[in-house]
Structures are given as C-alpha cells and as structure tokens.
DNA sequence: TTGTAAGCGTTATCAA
DNA sequence: TTGATAACGCTTACAA
C-alpha cells in the first residue's frame, strides 16, 4: 500500500484525461455526471487506490467529519460505555472520533476543547464536563455545536441527554425506608455536576417525606471514583451514628464503600446496605450482586451522537433534551438494617472467595 | 469565542503589517527573528485569539499531528487502560487520538486503519487487532508507522510492545500445581493472537513437565471476553471428568467461568479454582479476590506511544520488541481441589451478597 | 532579518 | 455536462 506516494485526484485526472474537477464531482455522485464518465473515473480511482486525502477536504469544506468526545477518563468502567455508543453512531456517520481524556480536571477539559477546535471538528460530545465557568463557555458558543451528557447548566439551552435522576433514586430511597433504614448516607457526587446536585435534591426531599434522619453529616461530597468510595465509607462509618445503608455517587464508588465497609469488618448488606448508580456490568456478578440504579449509557451516547449529527447537518437551534429513563435493580446488597444500630460491634464479614 | 470568524494568520499579518512567513517563522520560534517583532506578534495573535488551523498545517506539513489507536472495544475494562496509556503520552505530546472499536472484527479493522490513512494520521497503535492477514498488511507498510500490543506477527519486523507470556502463567500453573490439581481448563483466547498462542504453548509444556492431564478437551478456544467465559464453563464443567481449575484467557473471561460456575451451583474456589489474566481493578475486590496474572496495561501503553512519538520524529526503521513483566498475584478463587473430583455432586455455592 | 510566492489536495464557482 | 481557476490557511524555499 503506502510504499509509493498516495494516488491524489491530480493523477485521477490525469489518467483519465478529464479536468480535476470533473473527477472531483463524479466522485462526490453529482447527479449531472455521465454514467460512463463516472465508471470510467471510478475505475480509475480503484486501478490507482485513489483514495481523497481528508485533511485537504477539511480545509476546502471546512468540515473535519470527525467530533470530539471529552470524558472524564476512559479507563473507569462506569463512563465507558457512553463513549462505545458515541463511536457506534459516528462510525455508521462516517465521522471519526477524537478522544480527550479530561480527568475532571477544568484545565485539562479546556486545552483539549481548544485543540479540538483547532482541529475544526464538527461537534463535540461533553460526557460529565465542566459547562458553566466562562472559561469553558468561552468555547461552547453556537458554533461547533456540542451536546452535553449528564452534566448541563440551566442557563443556557444547550442540547443535553441526561437521566430521569429522581425516579430511579426514589426507588431505591423508598426501597430502603421499606426495608426499615433510617439513617441513610448519601454520596454527592462532583461538586458541580447538575445531575449531581438533582439526585441531591431528590435525597433531600425524600429525607423529607419519609422521614429519614435529616443530618448534613450524612451527606458526603465525593465524586464517581473508587477512592471516592473509600473516603466517603471511611468517613460515614465512623460517625458517632453512623449510617446503616449508604447510597454511593456511582457503582465504582459503591464498590469503594463496600470495600472499605468490609475492611472496617462491616458485612454487606447485614451490616450496611449498599445502593451503587450506573449498572456497570460487575455489578450483576454474583459475588458483587450490587443493588444499583440502573442509567441506559451506551443508548445515551447514542442518542447524544445522533442528535449531534442532525445538528452538524441542519444547523438547527440547539435546546433540546431528552432525559432517559432510571430503574431500581434490587439485588443483594441490600436488606433490612441490623437490630441495634448504635454502637454495634462489627460482625466478621463472611468472605465467599478465600 | 467561536460567535465571529476564527482569526487567520492572514488577520495577524494585516494586524501587524508583517508578512504571513514573519509571522509564521515568528510563531513557530525560528531563532532568526527579532525579538521585538515576536513580541509584536505574539501580542497580536493574542489580541486576536489567533491559532493555527491545525487542518491546514496538516495538509501542507503532511502530518496530522494525530495518532490512531485501535482496539476491540474500550467499554471493556480488560483493554481500556492500554488506551488510557497511550492517551497520557500522546497529549503529552500535543497529539491527538482517534479511537477505534474493532470488535475484534478485521472487516471492521480495515474500515477504520483505511481512514485513518485518509485523514494522515501520523502513527498508528493496534491493540490486539488483527496483523498477518494480507488485507490488513496492505495497510501496515512502513509509511505511517505502528506499533502493537499484545498481538503479533512473526513474519515481520514490527515493533512490538507485549507481554512476558510465560513467567506469570508459569508460575500459576505451578501454583495450581502445589495446590494439587492436575486437570486445568485452559481457555485459549483469540484464535489468530500470537499472545494467545504463547500462552497456550506454555500450558502445554507445562502440562507436560508438572504432569497434569493431557487432554485435549480441556483446551476451549474462547476469547477475552465474559460470554466466552460462561461458553467456557459451560462446556468444561459438563466433561465427564470436568477440571478442577480453569486458567482463563482474561479477568472479564474468569468472571464469566466463575458467574457459571456458580450457576451450576459449584463454590469458587472449594470446587473449582480459577485463575484469571489481567488484574483488573475489580478483581482486587474483596468479594470477587480473583487469583490472576498482572499485565502492565497502561505501562505498555505508554511504552508503545512513546516508541510510536520516536518513531514519527526520527523515522528510523522498526523491529523493537519490549516484553513487559507479567505476575501472579494470589488471591483467593483458588485453593487445592475437592476430594473425590469425579461425579462430585455439587455444594451450594456461599454467596456474599444476598 | 523580512517579504514574495509556490504548493499541500480538495471542492466550489463560473464559463464554455 | 465538462473544464479552468480560485480559494481553504498554512509552511517553506528562495529572493530581497
């Protein structure tokens, strides 16, 4: 293949004596094109593996075919899956994907949007980013349209797809309170996500209606990590009360809980239950078995991708939103909370493997 | 930002009432220009929020100044973090990524390595993708340069970055050895993976010098991911003399021997050790505490883009090879085997969680 | 040290 | 229906 210089239109047009741009719009399917004409350039096209460069056709058409797709971090099983469905469609849209991991960090969010501007890409995907210091605004005006997932700002009418973030939690809140929890933990999530802050106001209004305790210790400020997890068990458990079910910002974060409720001797569920949110594909194992609120990710980034490329294509106002349903999935991290709450010694958590 | 016309460097020169190649040269640091006239520059493309169109300096550098990197799906955890590697020494870099899922499939290989040569890309990484085919060596000339991981081709001097494929497998079957198995299950992982290939021949020396049964229906052709795991299972434990430990070909792949296994109501490890390939973040997990073999995934990722960088600056020829440490990290889904393991009626497997 | 001009490989405009 | 030509925005000889 790529031993000799790439074939350009030039020699298309050469070997087919016809002018560039004749070759140029048989190629592109103009309908004023000759049959024969075409035929006659597109076996040419195949004779010299012509193939059109897309950097010279993004500097003429201004068009890159390719969208940026910023993420937290790739490698953390619980966002994965929005980005797998963002490539299914761009891939079917014969678009490439530029992939920018941002590590929540806002410096590192906006170097790489500014890059991906530099590159002229057509739109960009914003899965849980930064959107509402003008540092990062400063770059989402109209025109590379972008849509947001999970993470959106009231104040504009961005195009968003996100999750339903109360019916999925006030199932699992009314799960617990049936199951006789009083004291629930809750970790917030990233300071300044609104999906974040809705599944607080969710807790907080159920803390309300069901009569939970309303005590802001219970309350921690992680994000979606593991470490997350770990500190917001590490903390929550030691309070004077503490908490006997802990409703975690993600299912990595669950996992840090469990992890460290374990450690701290504490079995799962009888000693504490465990709500996660996401549904990663772990949590259905049966040693996990992690009761979690299920988001519909791979479908968001699909839905997200699409939107964005009927924007890219129609240059329409961007507003809309499309909210994804949120279910509870009861498995076994939770059960009723043990007898006496306070001051319970911790119980020798029962370990299946080893 | 984006609300009027990107600035060119054309705006630049008019601003400055420079010539274009001043202020290139004066923008790229050619040591032959004035001080004061980069200053003048600078402060003007500054002004202007000013930044080269990266699409165009492509098209005249022919150099993209972005990479490719294909991988059969990032949304799985066993591959991801080669991404993230690669990722954190390409930004370092200022170059870009565009990823590609191949799902394994080499239609789809193709597809995406044929686009990535039409957008120019100025290296490309290929994570356990398909690379003796001839389709797919067409597109592996030496021109854009590539680097692989985990798979390859000896038929070829390409660089290679994978892993030691019998130090960690070898010191597993020992273990299970110690232990006192002497039928292992192998899953074998992808049909045409030279790592896969490796391996299974230092299973099969291995069945050989520690003694273990020699029989060919322990060896199920699976790749890496959780179905292949459960078809695994599924097939090995219904032998008439079933193994009593499984090595399989990933973590994900174990999850899915170990999910069957206890389907069929047998308790990991008490009726069958497993041991997995990967050491991913779960299986650390308290209630998963998967035996597994350490691959140094985002290290290698990083090893390759780095070579990759050296590479596309100094064109030198390829041929390298790095061959990371693999271990096995002892945890608890094994330990010696049942009794009597013939016709054993299966126990109740002990589930943590609910 | 700076300026002029050519060219990277396309597509778009307009004549023929 | 096809062909000549001008961009697109940059870098790089080469001339001044």
Redesign the interface.
Known sequence: ???RKRATIRDVAEATGLALSTVSNALAGKHYVTDETRTLVQQAAERLGY??????R??RMRR?F?IG?LIA???N?SS??F??GV?DVA?AE?C??????TDGDEERQIWHM???????VDGMVLISQHCSSSAVR??L????PFVLIQRRNFDHRDDYVGSDNVTGLSQALRHLHDLGHQRIGFVRGPADSSSALERLQTFQSHVASLGFHDDPDLIFPGDYT?AAGVAAADRLLRLRRPPTAIFASSD?NA?GV??TA??AGL???SDLSVVGLDDI??AA??????TTVRLRK?EMGVAAATLLMQRIRERTEPGSEQIFPTDLIV???T?PPARPARGARPRR??????
Do not use: H, W
């Open positions: 293949m790529s031993e193939r059109a460069s897309a950097v010279a993004g500097l890159s390719a797709v971090d790739v490698a099983p994965a899956d980005v797998r490539e891939m014969k490439s994907l530029f992939l920018c991991n500014r890059t991906l501007l530099d590159r002229q400063a770059f005006g109209g025109d590379p593991f990595m996992m469990i992890e374990a450690t079995n799962v569920p594909a772990l194992f049966r040693s996990i078995n992690l791979r498995r076994g991290s059960c958590s029962e370990v299946t493997l080893g």
